[in-house]
């Protein structure tokens, strides 16, 4: 049923691209996107075919090596338009003048990325926890960042490097904007003897590490959505997530994506039609189940297995402009405290 309902969004694309007109001129329009741009096929051929457009499609790694590419690209793009780049990006991609302002008024968003970006989707990096694995070992769950440092927790825990991963260095963000900076790195240096594992990146931490897929720590850092990719992939049929969220107070990150004109890019109408796709109702119903984000648009019916992914009641944030700023700086300390 729920693969029937995400590949229906295909159909659905008809009437929701029928109000777009046909501006593109014929041509390619190169989208720049991170390594986990997923969106149906049929809807994104439906979208080339009702606009008149080519979409050639630029997979860059993770958000960060992918505004690393257009900053260094910058005196002749490769890309017009550009998916993925975040809350923790958009101050540094704005100082770096690799977006093109843009003035976009459509619809109902729940959140704003900032700067010249406008939101597509938002999500939330958090630890989720192996409920096997903590029922049979009759541990509680902790129930504050502070307890998780302490003994009965030691060698639970496996983390993307902030330096690498860009959970990594979100979930870092969070233990900063929860905690205050000299107590984030207090409680770093205290998960660094209490055997916190760090690994390149998310995928190595999941399906790695974590006890859920075969290794021994059951408590990792991931997304709110996780468990409900869980239910979502499972091969037998089941009606509970076997992982969950467990949302701390310094521990939950929350993510706002979007999607942007890159600064001397070219197809500028094709460009604002792939904007205006991106925030309909077709597309913001499909990136529930293939990209694992919560859509943006305000009344967006949500996939009958995100019951399954639990959103924070409370979530930590940093000024943009504050992560710009300091981000790099809190990276390198981060990697003298954990792992020097």
């Known amino acids: 049923m729920l693969q029937r309902r995400t590949f229906s969004f295909a159909a659905a694309a008809l009437a929701a691209l029928s109000s777009f007109s046909t501006l593109a001129a014929d041509g390619e329009l190169r989208v720049l996107v991170h390594s986990s741009f997923s969106l149906p096929k049929p809807l994104l051929a439906k979208f080339e075919a009702e606009a008149g457009i080519k ?22 793009p490769i890309a017009d338009v550009v998916f993925g780049l975040d809350n923790a990006l958009v101050a540094k991609a704005q100082a770096a003048k690799v977006l093109e ?8 968003p729940i959140a704003q990325v900032g700067g010249s970006v406008v939101p597509v989707d938002y999500g939330f990096v958090t630890l989720n926890f192996d409920k096997a694995s903590f029922a049979k070992s009759g541990l509680p769950l902790p129930k504050s960042m502070d307890e998780l440092a302490q003994p009965a927790y030691r060698n639970l825990l496996v983390v993307p490097n902030p330096a690498t991963s860009s959970p990594g260095y979100q979930f870092l963000l969070a233990t900063i904007a929860g905690m205050g900076e000299e107590k984030a790195f207090d409680w770093w240096a205290r998960m660094r003897a ?5 690994v390149k ?10 006890s859920r897929n075969g290794g021994t720590r059951p408590l990792v850092v991931s997304y709110a959505t996780s468990p409900a990719a869980e239910v979502f992939y499972s091969k037998e049929k089941i009606s509970e997530s076997p992982t969950a969220n467990l949302f701390l107070k310094g521990g939950v990150f929350r993510q706002i994506e979007g999607v942007a004109l890159v600064a001397g890019g070219g197809q500028r109408d094709a460009a604002h039609l792939f904007i205006r796709f991106m925030r309909s109702g077709a597309a913001q119903e499909a990136l529930q ?7 943006v648009e305000a009344h967006t019916p949500l996939a009958e297995v995100m019951k399954h992914a639990t959103e924070p009641t409370a979530y930590e944030s940093l000024p943009a402009e504050t992560i710009a700023d300091k981000g790099t700086a809190w990276v390198a300390r981060w990697t003298q405290v954990v792992l020097k």
């Open 55 to 76: 979409l050639s499609l630029i997979k860059a790694g993770d958000a960060g090596e992918m505004l690393n590419k257009l900053i260094l690209t910058r005196a002749q």
């Open 101 to 108: 302002p843009i003035k976009f008024t459509e619809g109902s």
């Open 194 to 198: 209490n055997g916190v594992k760090v």
């Open 201 to 210: 990146g998310w995928s190595e931490a999941y399906y790695t590490e974590f």
């Open 289 to 295: 189940t293939s990209m694992w984000m919560y859509p």
